[in-house]
């Protein structure tokens, strides 16, 4: 038993891993670059650089052996430092720099407190810009920073064409312009900077140190953090997933599970009927019934519903302003799900039915209602309640259609509107939530039939 | 001698033994409920292939004079925001529909079959990925996923640029936008073999220790020869089955994930005619909604039961299943 429990432990463990694989790939590598929805484009490209560094999509994707490129001001002075281009010149869009003491930027964890990032932090007057680097063959090509991540240039290709200046506004007033034109390698960069005739130790360029726990600051890794601890912060908003999930979830619960269990309730009550009432013209209709009402679209009976309630009782036609508008949601909720439900349940009493112990109590004279609602609904709870236990986890989510559609602010609703505007972090974080919760439902029916059911156990 | 003759008699008509696919066809022939559900299919599947080439003009179709008409004699199912015509309108989002659940299915069942098979023929290492990519995909709710993929393809253009036969009457361009409809298509068809992909998986482990695998196996058959010259044509019924339960999923899919602007973009579809249409039942115009939703229900409904009844005639194991 401890050794199934463990097993089945270990494929949740793996299928929760494949689930932060795939919203990786869905989300942050072909989804790709979504800064056009969030920044000003009246920002202009820098803006969107320092963007794009400040939600991580400058890290390389699988695991970092970057290192970067800083260039650190030495001077004493009490105004920030800051990079232009001189007229025609394209260098400092193209080196892509990013403020690495940005306001609202993550501290990196495993930054080392000497690293340029948290000297600028501690000192005033010394600014760093970054911009990243690949590591040991840092000498052989420049790097440059393009819309994904770092690429390489081509090696023919000049790096920086000629007219490239770049001109360093220094802390105290004093500016640095710097050719770089037709540099092409890292090294080069470097020395254009720091041997500059009229640099005197005022700026000093350099690469940052690679540490081996760099390995893990990357995109794969942040996201697997992210998603575990559930720590995404909207893009639109800078709210955090955990709050979003604690003020809504309540409005999504509020219908879902009203739902839930009335329509549990009376899917049980009409298919036992429709099966008590086999092979009759109840049997039939009721069939017939299900079988039409699993065909109506779910959205006209959203239509529908929504326009008998404009008809009767406009005020909660819309909206949570009263508390009766919660009746019409739940309603079409539980109506919508019933013609599939009472199928299904139709089907598994009946399969039970034709069972040998049945055809025994008869023979032995049980009467057919005893049989039915004594041995079999017992026998049946399995599948039916493995039926609703996998239910659960989508309740928290409710209903994307009726909540967009009925007005009410859960996280269905929200998921639509973070999917209109691309909202990365929290699309993924409720995808990855109610992966989470699906997976562990599973275990626990899968646990319950171990314990229950000594033969699921044998296979 | 009466006896003789009468067995001579029996004899001078023997009856045509029935391999599978024919009792199954005789089987399905029979069941009159089926064969309408086929026929409605039928008509919308040419539906499909011709309002696409007979109501080219529709979209242009505007008429400012005649907006938001009731049905009339001209326009039987009345018109639409911009004066055209909603009948048309209904049948080119049919054409969309059973366009998208076909192209979807194409690629869900065959792709199912094949890791299925794969899966459930070599176990071992192969089976745990392919099964551990499936539970992991079934783990992400239906619409969700979907809507995931749909959004992940927005503005993804593959083979941009590239133009096949370059400089000759035939040239065409080979460019895919998947934020249109055939990234529709894709997701729709990654993202539901699942059900195919385990049912097949189940089968081929039964059937690949079954006598006829073993005596191919013992007149020196290899592996892939074993499996997709003697398991999976006898799978094939499984495929055929998935495939018409498939296709409602599909086309409700279309539906929702049109309503919701993330569907097809530039051609109608019953789910961008109820979004278009939600606020007019107040107001009294009940035609365009009615229109769509009709033509959902009854395509749906035909699906459902013919999928049943296929599934019944095939495979009688399955069913109440």
Redesign the interface.
């Known amino acids: 038993m401890l050794r199934f429990i463990v097993r089945r432990l270990l ?1 949740a463990v ?3 891993f ?2 932060m ?3 990786f790939l ?2 942050r590598v ?2 790709g670059d979504v800064s056009a929805n969030f920044v000003n484009p009246k920002l202009g490209a820098k803006a969107r650089l320092d963007w794009l560094h400040r939600h991580g999509y400058d890290l390389p994707v699988v695991v970092n052996l970057h290192r970067r490129v800083y260039f650190q001001d030495r001077t004493e002075g009490g105004q920030p430092m800051f990079v232009t281009d001189p007229k025609g010149s394209t260098a400092s869009g193209r080196l892509g720099l990013v403020l690495a003491a940005e306001q609202g930027q993550r501290p990196a964890e495993d930054a080392d407190p000497n690293a340029p990032e948290r000297l600028a932090r501690r000192m005033t007057g010394h600014y760093v810009w970054m911009w990243n680097a690949k590591p040991a063959n840092s000498a052989r090509a420049l790097v440059r920073p393009v819309e994904r991540g770092v690429a390489e240039l081509p090696a023919d290709e000049p790096a920086f064409p000629d007219g490239s200046l770049i001109e360093f506004s220094l802390s105290d007033g004093s500016k640095l312009t710097v050719d770089l034109s037709g540099a092409r390698t890292v090294g080069e960069l470097l020395a254009r900077v720091n041997e500059h005739p009229e640099n005197d130790g005022r700026l000093e360029a350099g690469l940052t140190e690679y540490r081996p726990v760099q390995f893990f600051r990357s995109q794969f890794f942040e996201h697997l953090h992210d998603s575990v601890l559930f720590r995404g912060r909207s893009y639109a908003t800078e709210q955090k997933l955990t709050n979003v999930i604690a003020s809504r979830a309540k409005y999504s619960l509020a219908i879902s599970i009203p739902a839930l269990v009335l329509g549990w309730v009376s899917a049980m009550i009409i298919s036992s009927i429709v099966a008590y009432f086999r092979d009759t013209w109840i049997d039939r209709v009721g069939v017939l019934i299900s ?2 009402g ?7 009976y959203m ?2 519903g ?2 008998l309630m ?1 008809e009767v009782y406009p005020e909660a036609a819309w909206g949570l302003r009263y508390k009766t508008n919660i009746y019409v949601p739940v309603l079409i909720a539980t109506v919508a799900g019933l013609g599939g439900a009472v199928r299904f349940y139709r ?1 598994v009493i ?2 039970e039915v034709s069972r040998d112990y049945v055809r025994t109590a008869r023979a032995k004279g049980v009467g057919l209602r005893s049989i039915l609602f004594k041995h079999v609904l017992k026998n049946c709870m399995l599948p039916i309640l493995t039926n609703l236990v996998t239910a659960i ?2 309740l928290i ?1 409710g209903s ?2 009726l909540e ?2 009925f007005g009410v602010p859960g996280l269905g609703a929200f ?2 509107d973070s ?2 505007i ?1 909202d990365m972090p929290m ?1 993924t974080g ?2 990855f939530l ?2 989470v919760l ?2 562990i439902a ?1 275990l626990m029916t899968d646990v319950l039939y171990a314990v229950f059911d000594p033969r699921i156990r044998l296979q | 001698m009466a006896q003789l003759t009468a067995t001579s008699e029996f004899a001078a008509e023997p009856r045509v033994g029935r391999g599978f696919w024919s009792d199954a066809a005789h089987r399905i022939g029979r069941d009159r409920l089926a064969m309408a559900c086929l026929a409605v299919i039928v008509v919308y599947a040419v539906m499909a292939v011709a309002a696409p080439w007979m109501f080219s003009t529709w979209k242009d179709s505007y008429n400012y004079d005649n907006v938001n008409s009731a049905p009339s004699w001209r326009y039987w199912l009345g018109t639409d925001v911009f004066g055209r015509s909603i009948l048309q309108k209904t049948l080119l989002a049919a054409s969309t529909s059973m366009t998208v659940g076909f192209m979807a299915n194409i690629i869900a069942v065959p792709l199912g079959m094949v890791l299925g098979a794969v899966a459930g023929f070599y176990g071992r290492r192969i089976d745990d990925l392919i099964v551990w990519l499936y539970t992991t995909l079934a783990s992400i709710p239906g619409i969700i996923r979907l809507i995931a993929l749909k959004v992940a393809f927005a503005g993804i253009v593959l083979f941009e640029g590239v133009n096949l036969l370059e400089n000759t009457p035939l040239e065409f361009s080979l460019e895919i936008d998947l934020g249109g409809i055939v990234g529709l298509y894709i997701a729709l068809g990654v993202m539901s073999w699942v059900g195919t992909c385990r049912l097949v998986r189940a089968e081929t482990m039964k059937l690949r220790e079954s006598d006829y695998a073993l005596a191919a196996r013992a007149v020196g058959r290899g592996d892939l020869a074993i499996l997709f010259r003697h398991i999976v044509p006898n799978l094939l019924h499984l495929g055929i089955i998935q495939f018409s339960l498939g296709f409602v999923g599909a086309i409700q899919s279309e539906v929702i994930l049109s309503y919701l602007g993330i569907g097809v973009q530039d051609r109608p579809s019953w789910g961008k005619m109820i979004d278009a249409a939600r606020m007019d039942l107040v107001v009294g115009r009940w035609w365009e909604i009615t229109a769509a939703v009709g033509a959902m229900f009854l395509i749906v409904l035909a699906w459902n039961i013919f999928g049943d009844r296929l599934r019944d005639a095939l495979d009688p194991r399955l069913k109440n299943v």
């Open positions: 494929q793996f299928t929760i494949g689930v694989l795939i919203t869905l989300f072909v989804s079988v039409l699993m065909c109506v679209p779910m959205l006209a239509v529908l929504q326009w404009a089907t009946l399969d986890p989508f989510m994307l259609l967009r559609f998921m639509i999917i209109a691309r699309i409720m995808t109610s992966a699906y997976v599973l």
